[in-house]
């Protein structure tokens, strides 16, 4: 079966204008071998999209490369108001991605990954390109930082770091920051 390589890179729920040609899903394969994405599937809270090799002109995904899923291809309609989560499942079925969030305040911005686990709105839609966070209007606080901690009086509640083996991690509750 192999490791999987695929992560959810950017999201954009709310696109100026048609929004059948405009909404998407991105995906980016950060390993170092192509993988071929007939079979694998895309879901949101009400629908799930199988992709299908007749639908992309190639639908095999090369290394360090992205997948651009629009609705007009899968039928998958994102909310601009309210939480919403889309999945990511492999060729078997397994989930390997997830991501929720909650467009409310973000009209005409898209939901992009930054270096590892840091979700950004940002102003600068980049379908098939590396994002490009710009323009943060309001910042999502619910993934993990990388950044410098604030000094001590600032923070409100300190997050406990577990140690956690490689394998347990998906056991761990949602937003478990682990080393």
């Known amino acids: 079966a192999g490791i999987v390589t695929l992560k959810i890179s950017e999201i954009f729920p709310n696109p100026p204008g048609d929004h059948l040609e405009g909404e998407f899903i991105e995906l980016y394969n950060f390993g170092d071998d ?20 007749e639908d992309f002109g190639d ?3 090369s290394p360090y490369a992205y997948f651009v899923l629009y609705r007009e291809t899968t039928g998958i309609s994102l909310n601009n108001t309210g939480e919403e989560e889309v999945r990511l499942f492999d060729g078997n ?7 929720v969030f909650d467009a409310s305040d973000y009209g005409e911005q898209s939901y992009a990954l930054q270096t590892g686990s840091a979700w950004h709105w940002t ?18 606080t619910k993934a993990p930082r990388t950044e ?23 056991g761990l509750p949602l937003g478990t920051i682990i080393q």
């Open 93 to 99: 079925g397994n989930l390997v991605d997830k991501i």
């Open 34 to 53: 192509s993988v071929e994405m007939s079979g694998w599937a895309i879901a949101d809270a009400r629908k799930r999209y199988e992709i299908a090799a």
């Open 123 to 140: 102003a600068t839609s980049t379908p098939g390109k590396e994002n490009i966070i710009l323009n943060i209007e309001k910042e999502e």
């Open 148 to 170: 410098a901690p604030a000094p001590a009086e600032k923070v409100k509640e300190t997050a406990e770091i577990k140690q956690a083996a490689l394998s347990e991690v998906r």
């Open 59 to 61: 639908s095999e995904l």
